[in-house]
Structure formats: C-alpha cells, structure tokens
C-alpha cells in the first residue's frame, strides 16, 4: 500500500504542471512524462490483480469471487457508457452535470411505458428514446444551459441541479413512486466464464460497448467529432478557425444525453424503474468520470468497467455493508491520490 | 499591522463604513418581533414556522462555508446528519440530554469538517473536485448508518418520549411555543455568530483567502488554517440545526441525516435568498420553508384541471427546481442582493 501510494503520488501532479511549462521542456523531460503514464497505468492493473486475488482468497468459495467479477464487469460496460456521455459535456462544456441521471430515468420511464402499453420490444425502445434524448438535451442546453455558459462553476453546477429536481419530480408527480419493472422477452441465466448471468445483462454489457464504440468513431473519425474535440481542447482556437462553438456545445450535450437516454434503455430490464433510479447511476457516474479523467472519454469507458469491479468485490471485502460504500471508498482515494484520473490528462 | 489595515481596507469598501453594528441591530430586532409569533399564529401554521426555522439554520451553517468561504459544499448532510445521529445516540443508548448531545454533535460534526476539509485540501482538491467529494463522504455516511448495526442500521432511532415537559430533555407538548422560541434562539445565535465572524480578524483573513487565496498567501495569512476554521464554523452550525431537528421530529434515520436532498436543503435557501450575504438564507428559507405545505394542500384538493395529480407527492421539489433554475438565471446573486442594490443602494 506504502509503495503504490509512493508510485501515484510521484507521479501525480505531472501532466498539467509540465505540459504548462512545455516552453523548456526537452526531449528528456518528454520521456520520462510517458513513463509516468507508463507506470500509472501499471500501478492501477496491479491494485486491480491484487485486489481479485485477495477476492479469490476472501471469498468462501471461488466461485463467488468469479460470479463477482463477472457481474461487475456486465454492469461497469453500462456504467462506462452512462459515464462517457457525462465526461464528454464535461470535457467540452466544462458543466458538472446533476442532471445526467434524471435524463437516463425519463428514458427509463419512456421504455417502461412504450413497452407496457404499446407493446414494444424493449430494445427496440431505444430508436425512441435515444433520439427523444438527443432532443432534449439539445433544448435544454440551448433553452436554460447557455446563459449560464462561463459563469462560475457553482452557477451550473446549480442549475443542472435544478433540472435534475425537476425531471425527477415531475416523473415522481405522473407516475407515482410505485417501482415497475420491464420484462424483457426470452431473458434467461446464461453460463459465462464459470459464473452465470441474465442474458439481459450480457444483452446490456454488449449494446453498451457497441454504443461506446459508435461514440468514438464519430468522435475519432467525423467532422463533427473532431470539431467537438477542438472546442474541448480550446474553445477560442475553435472558433478563430470558424466553428460554430455555440452549435457545437448544445450538438455535444445532446450526444452525452443521448447516452444517458440509450443507457437507460439498455437497463430497463435490470433495474426498478422509478424516478429514483436515475441519481444512483448519476452517483456511480460521476465517480467514474473522475476515475477516468473529466472529459476523457476512454478513460469514461475503463473506469466503469472498474467501478462495476469495485462495486461487486466491495461485496466480498466489505460483508453486509452496500456494494455503493466499496464505490465510494475508491473515489475517495482517487480523488485524493491523483485527482486528475487514473489515465493521465484531459483529452 | 499593515495586514489588517489593509484587509479591513479592502472588506470595507463595497459596503458602508461600519455594517456590522447594524446587522447586529437588525438580528436585535428580529428576534423580538418574532417572540410573540407562535402565540398568534394558529396550531396548523406552527409547523410550518418551524420548517422555515430549521431551514434557515442549515443554510447559514452552509453558507458560512460556501459564501464567506468560497468552499462550495455539495455534502452539509454529513454535519447535519452527524449532529442528528451524535444527540440522538447518546440520548437513546445513555440517556444524556439532548442539550448536551448538541454540545457533543457540534464537536464531533466540527472535528470531522476538520479532517475532512484538511485532508481535501492537503489534496488540493478545488471547484467541482471538493464538491463532489463533500458530496462522497455524506454518502460514505448514509451507507455506514444504512448498515451497521451500532446505530440500529436502516431504522434509526426514535427518541423515546418523557411523561412530562422538560427543558432538561427538550421535550414539551407538540403544539408548544417552545420549540419555536428555541429553535428561533438558535437561528438568532448562529446569524449573530456569522456577524461577529464576520466583523472578526478571523473571518477578514477568511474573506481575503476567499477573494484571492494567492495575494492572502502572499500577506502572510496562513490560508489552511483560516479555510479550515471557516468549515469547523459552518459544520457546527449545520449539526445543531441536525440535533434540534431530532428532538423536534422525535425521529431520524439514515435518509433523514445524510441523504442528499438535505444537502440540498441546505444550499437552496442561501442560493435563492443570496450566497454570502448574512440575511440571504433566511430570506430564502422564508421562502421556500411554505412551499411544500401549500401543494400539498393543493394537491389534496386540487382543482379540476389538476385532479389527476390528487395526492401525489414530488410538486413541492420540483417547484424547488424551477426557483432554482430562474433564479440562477435571472438573479445570480439572490433575492437579498438584488433588494439590497436596487433600494439601498447609498
């Protein structure tokens, strides 16, 4: 424990403190800051070996320890994918966003109902609920977010907050607090790795990696993605070489909350649907945004699959306590040990 | 010397040569006007009063913290709840008054403010990193009280009612003016305390790391010890607005403590009355103490067009939402300070 808190914190302040003062830096400085990433990242694969070894040895049987890691892992992709929508506004608005997990439960709400009473195929819900969402969010950011664009933090931290209270309580004034549940047709327990999973879990796992992966290819590969990477980068630089950064912060809150909203379809059948349900996936997200970075959305991606990890081993280590207390002790000591995430800068 | 001339200097100039004298004055004031209120207000109002009160006692805690601090805390739950569950603990398993159990809440909620805030900030944490691990550790605490059997778990506790009334035990007859009269003496303390804070060479350093935490450095004002002493303030306050709220309600549980809509309670109040200003949380709570008493009445009768909605709950915070939302969009600074700059402007 000495040695890996020695490791992180040598290299904890690097990126930002070097790269301002890239001015005199040299070749020599340049290499030894890629070993410093180099070396993070071996530390945190080897706390996460550690701690799935000690799961084996904690554990009463191997096999929970196995059934732990694998339902972790299923649910850290969702997490990833809920994260990566929050890390992206974060990344390039700069807003801390509250509002996150109410926009995933109205999706929640909007599958419940297109199953229950139209009938729908739940995953078929999602070609209404992403769009619904992109739509939503585009009008919130347009209509409320953007006159609070550069004032301080607090003010939209606020404000988000207040559209999170709203959603939230809306759905809680329509359709009550009763939970629901969305049953999801032929899902059985499936066998995976020598533990054993819902289908819809691994249904769940699968949508949200193929979604992540659609994200970073527009991101990576479009014109719309690398101008949402300019505008992150340096919003100014952006709009000298003649972006629309206004068209491009509300195009880049309506994909984080597109995300939100396919991630609220894709754990509809694993979930109670209820308006609360919403601000415990906004909790496991922002730890995960943290872990990975603000505005890193691989890191988003990996930290998820971590949080999922941590959540489930968190059962093993810490016997009847909730699986959330493991989450939060994680982000406690990230947050102190090397607040800028796990993977080095900001992209 | 220089160094306080020169802060005194540079806090006095956007307002009047000697304010505090005055707020004190105006605190005087309030205090004897509101005495007779719970005489003449009817039975069914009282507990609104009270909801107003004890709102507005969390909110001067926060603000002192995240106003005059500049510490923005998304977790007063951890104080409040700490000064709940230290008052209600010692009260059920040993029996000690609850006055005490304030006395004891304060330490502990103001210790723990200590650690944590020293630990966040030897961590330079600042912005939405200290925000969200406030948020963290009052979390970290609903789920410890969730799950341990030290204090009753998910239950919590209910504090065993006396035969008869006491100032000793803090218990009267439910309608009783005295809980008004003490919660309103502990709101009255906690606004003369800011004050005086503020008029303090303690609180002058504070507002200096505040508005610029570099130059206060660079005076020779020691800055942790000054932020850190700012959140022990702010976290006693909160914790006997938490301790007075368990032997008013008779009740606490972990969600009651340390959920995150009492962090919330804590901030709106001060956010929509005016962050940083003495009288802002109070005018705030005034404000939204009402609210959720009036749609519930609303919605239990409700009229025609909203006769669907009859006897749901959630109105009452989404309002919350939408004040929210407007005044930080059209009054960034809060209801006080747009009074106070349009009719007393000097």
Redesign the interface.
Known sequence: MADHQQGVSSSGVAPEEDLSTTQTATVGQSRRLVDAFTRSRLIVVAVIATAVVLAYLRADSPVIATQAIVTGLLIGGVYGLVAMGLTLIFGVLDI?NFAHGAFLAVALFITWWLVSSMGFHPYLTMLATAPIMFALGYAVQRG?LS??MG?P???Q???T??????L???????F??NPRAVALPGNQTVGVLGAVADLSRILAFVGALILAGLLFLVLQRTRLGTAIRAVAANDTGAQLVGIDTRRIYALTFAIGTACAGAAGTLVAPLVTVE?STG?LFN?VA??VV?IGG?GNVVGALVGGLIIGLAEQLGTIFLP???P??SV??V??LV???R?QGLFGRTS | MTQTATTDRAASKPLPRKPWNRHLLAIAVLAVLMVPVPLLLPASQQSIAMRVLIFALMSVGWNIMSGFGGMFSFGHASYFGLGAYTSAWLLVESEVSPWIGMAAGVLVASVFAVVSGFLALRYRLKGAYFALATFAFAEMFRLLATNTDLVNRAEGYHVPLKVDESWWWMQFAPTSPNYFWIALALLIAALAISVLFLRSRTGQFALAVRDDQDAAAALGIPVIRYKLLTMALSAAITSVAGAFYVQYYLFIDPDLAFGSAVSIQAILPAVIGGVGTIWGPVLGAVILGPLSDMTATLLRNPPEFLAFLAGRGGLDVMIYGVLLIIIILVLPQGIYSAVRERWFRP
Do not use: D, T, Y
């Open positions: 801390v409320i006159g609070a004032k933090l607090e003010n931290l606020l404000i907050l207040g559209i999170s209270l709203v939230e309580n809306a759905l809680l004034l329509f009550g607090a308006p601000a909790i922002f730890v943290v603000m009847g306590q909730s959330l207390l939060f002790i982000f406690v947050l102190f040990l607040p």
